[in-house]
T-cell receptor
Framework: GAGVSQSPSNKVTEKGKDVELRCDPI?????LYWYRQRLGQGLEFLIY????????KSGLPSDRFSAERTGESVSTLTIQRTQQEDSAVYLC????????????FGSGTQLSVL | GENVEQHPSTLSVQEGDSAVIKCTYS??????FPWYKQELGKRPQLIID?????GEKKDQRIAVTLNKTAKHFSLHITETQPEDSAVYFC??????????FGQGTELSVKP
């Protein structure tokens, strides 16, 4: 089947605007992760969903960031009042078995805040 | 909190030589350690992983070793080829929990 799908692939926004990023995981994958990757940097953990458990939000950098997931399907990452330092690639990944099996990454959303 | 340190940040080798990348982790409960390869402009992809009940795993030219006592693990690539050039990320997780990545190593293999 299809892999992890993210949209949009690119997003340019003005400072102070809100943005919403979408992730469609692989069907049947119970675990879903969001990571942020700044240019030339590593993968910064943001949030983790596992089934119906409460999400692990420990990586969200500020209260401007939030994420939701509907059941075991689509997830949206929302950034309110964007700042220039939010510019990065936002990667979504899903897994069939959390913490012990491979992650399948989407191609990411390149966010540019002007 | 959980932390994964990765060294070196950049590594340049001649084709045919070996490359070694090392990672340390802070959470003694971590029991799963994957390695991902990210080529320029592409998404990360799993290349090898190891669980805490083994000390070494090998897959062709790639091997990973784990020292749970010292809380470190390493990636070894032998007979490097130009197509091995990429950024490599180590990661650690507690089973059933989030995966924390190291900062990445940019490997350049010169022909």
């Amino acid at each position: 089947g299809a892999g992890v799908s993210q949209s949009p692939s690119n997003k340019v926004t003005e400072k102070g605007k809100d943005v919403e990023l979408r992730c469609d995981p692989i069907s049947g994958h119970t675990a879903l992760y969001w990571y942020r990757q700044r240019l030339g940097q590593g993968l910064e953990f943001l949030i983790y969903f596992q089934g119906n458990s409460a999400p692990d939000k420990s990586g969200l950098p500020s209260d401007r960031f939030s994420a939701e997931r509907t059941g075991e399907s689509v997830s949206t990452l929302t950034i309110q009042r964007t700042q220039q330092e939010d510019s990065a690639v936002y990667l979504c990944a899903s897994s069939s078995d959390p913490g012990s099996e491979k992650l399948f990454f989407g191609s990411g959303t390149q966010l540019s805040v002007l | 909190g959980e932390n994964v340190e990765q060294h070196p940040s950049t590594l340049s080798v001649q084709e045919g030589d070996s490359a070694v990348i090392k990672c340390t982790y802070s959470d003694s409960a971590s029991n799963y350690f994957p390695w991902y390869k990210q080529e320029l402009g592409k998404r990360p992809q799993l290349i090898i992983d190891i669980r805490s009940n083994v000390g070494e795993k090998k897959d062709q030219r790639i091997a990973v070793t784990l020292n749970k006592t010292a809380k470190h693990f390493s990636l070894h690539i032998t007979e490097t080829q130009p197509e091995d050039s990429a950024v490599y990320f180590c990661a650690a997780s507690i089973q059933g929990g989030k995966l924390i990545f190291g900062q990445g190593t940019e490997l350049s293999v010169k022909p």
